[in-house]
């Protein structure tokens, strides 16, 4: 149950429902900043979104694939300094232009791939084949494309948090289909109570996690994926094979942003079985969830993310 003086939003963005959690004096008041900081998670849809062929996404993607260069803006430009630098972090795992495997990897498929279309599509995907520097990227490989399903979503929530900081919120939460940023505490200071999914399918959540600024993110494969021939296969594809990865069913993370948890639980599922390792070296608050239902992660050790 909210507390007195809290008003939800809910609404549909970036594929996911969503909502926006408030606290203000008066309904009108919390409408008003709630309707600001939807408009922002539109709008970074309307950009970013690989559906729309009028986003700036789009326009990128039309000089991919012929090759070419194009410059962007700084918004842009600052997502792609993420994305680039998440690359090198992930030793190249985490990379953008895997969205071309879409080819292959899509709700429409009936049959395992073949090895060779697999490794056809392969030479399309790769940042070492994209040079960037900053604001112009440029294509020496026609036939590419870039997907920031991986950043955008994260990106729309810390802004609309921002958002409603700007506008006289101080507490409250954003929540974009799981991934959430945090405007601030509880009035009284207490901490937001965050319900962990169970990727198993139960309707209890696994963990309760306590979280006062911030953000949290979840990663895994329990939502997104695709049964084939008896053989379930995760959305995240390994970029230097061209198969969905083996990893972890899911993976939360708390961060001082909600991108910045992203990119982590992300590469962490990415890592597959070496995942809790490269998270435990990452120094990050985490949760992990492993194939036999155990949970693991430093979050077991104090569930209390308070002062993110």
């Known amino acids: 149950m909210l507390p007195d003086g809290t008003f939800q939003f809910a609404f549909f963005a970036m594929g996911s429902p969503c909502s926006l959690c408030l606290y203000a004096k008066a309904q009108d008041m919390a ?98 084949k994209i040079s960037w520097q900053p604001p112009q990227l440029s294509f020496a490989v026609a036939g590419m494309e870039l997907d920031l399903g991986g950043i955008a979503k994260e990106y729309a929530a810390d802004r609309a948090a921002e958002i409603c900081r700007a506008k006289g919120s101080q507490h409250g939460f954003v929540n974009l289909g799981g991934d959430i940023a945090v405007i601030g505490a509880h009035p009284d200071g207490a901490p937001w109570r965050i319900g962990i999914r169970d990727p198993f399918g139960s309707d209890g959540a696994i963990a309760t996690l306590f979280i006062d600024g911030g953000g949290i993110a979840t990663s ?49 599922v990415l890592k597959g079985q070496a995942g809790p390792k490269w998270l435990r070296e990452s120094g990050a608050a985490h949760l992990y969830v492993e194939t036999t239902g155990a949970l693991g992660g430093s979050i077991l050790l104090d569930q209390s993310l308070t002062g993110l």
């Open 31 to 128: 409408k008003e900043i709630a309707d600001a900081a939807i408009e922002e998670v539109r709008r970074i849809e309307r950009k970013y979104s690989r559906y729309l062929g009028d986003s700036l996404l789009s326009g990128i993607n039309r000089v991919a694939r012929t090759g070419g260069d194009i410059a962007v803006d700084p918004e842009t430009a600052i997502l792609f300094d993420i994305a680039f630098r998440a690359h090198e972090r992930s030793d190249g795992l985490f990379d953008i232009s895997s969205g071309r495997m879409r080819q292959i990897w899509n709700d429409a498929i009936e049959a395992i791939p073949d090895d060779a279309d697999i490794v056809a599509l392969l030479g399309l995907v790769g940042l070492g």
């Open 220 to 268: 895994g494969d329990y939502e997104r994926y695709w049964s084939v021939e008896g053989r379930r296969f995760g959305h995240l594809i390994d970029p230097r094979t061209g198969w969905p990865v083996q990893g972890l069913p899911s993976v939360t993370v708390a961060a001082d942003t909600c991108l910045a948890a992203g990119m982590v639980s992300t590469i962490a």
